[in-house]
């Protein structure tokens, strides 16, 4: 395969997202600027420009018409995908690591940073899912992570749970009604930060990766971990391929000790495992940081990358990818 | 390319060089292709026409009605205004990549690390045969059997043999007894690596072949008069070039007498060959 270099960006990524269907993949940087890109060829559709600092995330809703993004400058923005208009502004007292749409596009979640005096917090709004509606300042529901701070946060099926992972390894399952604490289990290691969650297609199960560099496929409803994926780098990114069994790990040791180690043995590959047997099956390797984020086509047939090189990677996958299966499997495939 | 006095602009002056070039040209052939000439201005500053034919096809995909639609969006932001397609300086293809999934990923990538660490240890190591000077034991040089080392036919470091016959030493001053000359003189010393015994009848010498040639060179040239099994050219080690000798084994004596008459004397590269048979060693 040859992959798309998409070099818009001029930090490091932060995070990189397809839309429902696909066609559009949006990336954020540490340049304050959103860029939204056609897939199918690295086409730049447009940018977003708003922002004061450094973005940490961005999510779109199930319509492509919304785009909500967070970033250090303490705000939280939405923007109609297709013009670039910034349509509402949040601020807050610390900068914003996640955003996440429901399932239904009704709802937006943002994580707040923990800063002196503050808590960690993971705020909702009711989202009209009009681009031309006024939208409310008014939060919904407010959970104050007193614990440990929440690092990552998204909507289980249905908007049933809220799914949290935190600095000290922990998960945590809210009502998303209500906001109570559910339950709350430590699934990495100690004070090992979960660094991204990311749900399967029907969001019953999700993946975890965290700087004890594994990656834990974990069900909604109880928690429970139903695989662990283990490597031997800090990981940044973890992804659920549809179609194909995979999940798709990203890491690279931390961005202060990159230039004081080669391409080689820094590990920049984006790690394939096979999600049944969770056993590694191959490596796509090309960046020269660390993969800062993964994101896998909603239909899978593809991936894509955002590094600490600046660069967004866009792959799409060939025929070896989806021939592959373990002797069990053709067995399976073929009774 | 001419230089316009008193402009420093190097912008500028890209820009006047550029409207001098003609027309980009484009032919409908009557085949359905296009033939798309255009000029430019290389670095060098010659001038430089390229001509290239190229075939469209219309390749037709149902898709999402929703994704054809924003397909159609005006680009914002940055891009805004600029045409449809791919900018270059946004958009690249990077380098093809291999990405083929396999069972037992993990350890089929650590037996070639090995392999390649055992490469690089070997590399690190000064051997160098006494026969062909390549980077190999002596022992293990291909051509054992058919040339004596390079200039003295000695082994000096190999005495340490020699001290267990005691009763052989002493004599005329030196210590060193040759193997052939152990046990009383009795047998002529046994060759090492029996199993690589060559037909060294069909095996070529080729010399003053110039330095940049390659083996695969060699192979072509040679197996136009019958079956090659070996070709072996002589490397520096640090260099990597040609040393300026090869060998070329065939499979049989006449085909490479045939090859020697033939090859003695053809030009290859700015040299003569000199093709000879090899001679055996002693």
Not at chain 2, 106 to 123: L, Q, V
Request: aromatic letters at 8%; charged letters at 30%; hydrophobic letters at 35%.
């Amino acid at each position: 395969m040859r992959p798309i270099l998409l070099s818009g960006h001029e930090r490091a990524l932060t995070q990189v997202k397809y839309n429902s269907d696909g066609d559009i993949i949006f990336s954020v940087s540490k340049d304050h600027v959103v860029c939204a890109w056609f897939s199918h060829n690295g086409e730049r559709l447009g940018t977003y420009h708003g922002h004061q600092g450094a973005l940490w995330t961005v999510d779109v809703d199930p319509t492509s018409t919304l785009l909500a993004t967070g970033g250090a400058d303490n705000t939280m923005r939405l923007w109609e995908v297709k013009t670039g208009k910034l349509l509402k502004t949040w601020d807050f007292a610390t900068s914003i690591k996640r955003v996440e749409f429901s399932p239904d596009g009704r709802q937006l979640l943002g994580v707040t940073e923990k800063r002196s005096g503050h808590l960690s917090t993971i705020v909702i709004y009711e989202i009209e899912p009009d681009v031309d509606a006024e939208q409310t300042n008014e939060q919904s529901l407010r959970i104050v992570c007193d614990e440990s701070k929440a690092t990552v946060a998204g909507f289980s099926y249905l908007s049933k749970f809220i799914i949290a992972g935190h600095e000290d390894g922990t998960v945590s399952q809210y009502d998303a009604k209500t906001g109570e604490l559910l339950l709350n289990i430590t699934v990495h290691e100690d004070d090992m930060q979960v660094t991204d969650l990311q749900w399967s297609p029907d969001r019953t199960y999700f993946i975890t990766a965290s700087k004890d560099k594994t990656a834990k496929l974990i069900s909604t409803n109880d928690l429970e971990v139903l695989k662990s994926y283990s490597t031997d780098t800090p990981l940044n990114s973890a992804a659920i391929t549809p179609v194909k069994d995979y999940v798709i790990l990203g890491g690279g040791q931390a961005a202060m000790d990159v230039t004081t180690t080669s391409a080689r043995q820094g590990k920049f590959e984006a790690r394939f495992y096979h999600k049944i047997f969770m056993e590694e099956i191959g490596r796509v390797r090309g960046h020269f940081g660390p993969l800062n984020y993964v994101a896998v086509h909603p239909k899978g047939t593809g991936y894509c990358s955002g590094g600490e090189d600046g660069y967004v990677r866009v792959h799409h996958f060939d025929k070896p990818y989806f021939d592959f299966m373990y002797e069990v499997e053709r067995e399976q495939a073929n009774l | 390319m001419s230089r316009v006095a008193g402009r420093t602009d190097w912008a500028e002056e890209e820009d006047e060089d550029s409207i001098q070039l003609p027309q980009q040209q484009i032919i409908k052939n009557k085949d359905g292709t296009e033939t798309i000439i255009t000029w430019s201005i290389r670095e060098d500053g010659k001038k430089v026409k390229t001509t290239r034919r190229i075939k469209k096809t219309v390749v037709k995909q149902v898709v999402n009605p929703r994704v054809a639609e924003r397909k159609q969006w005006a680009k914002f932001g940055n891009e805004k205004g600029k045409p449809a397609g791919p900018q270059t300086d946004t958009t690249s293809i990077a380098e093809n990549i291999a990405f083929r999934p396999m069972a037992n990923w993990k350890a089929s990538a650590e037996d070639k690390s090995e392999a390649e660490k055992k490469k690089t240890a070997m590399k690190d190591a000064k051997i160098k045969c006494r026969i062909c000077s390549g980077d190999h034991w002596t022992t293990k040089c291909p051509f054992k059997d058919t040339m004596a080392p390079e200039g003295e036919p000695s082994a000096a470091e190999m005495d340490n043999e020699a001290q267990e016959q005691p009763g052989a030493l002493g004599q005329g001053g030196s210590s060193y007894v040759p193997p052939h000359l152990r046990r009383g003189g009795a047998g002529a010393g046994e060759k090492m690596g029996g199993k690589y015994e060559r037909d060294d009848l069909a095996t070529l010498r080729v010399t003053n072949v110039s330095e940049f040639a390659e083996e695969q060179d060699l192979r072509d040239m040679f197996s136009r008069f019958g079956h090659v099994t070996r070709v072996f050219l002589a490397k520096d080690r640090e260099t990597g070039r040609a040393k300026g000798f090869a060998f070329v084994s065939y499979a049989d004596r006449s085909d490479a007498a045939k090859a020697c008459e033939k090859m003695d004397g053809y030009g290859f590269g700015h040299l003569i060959l000199r093709v000879e048979f090899a001679k055996k060693s002693t």
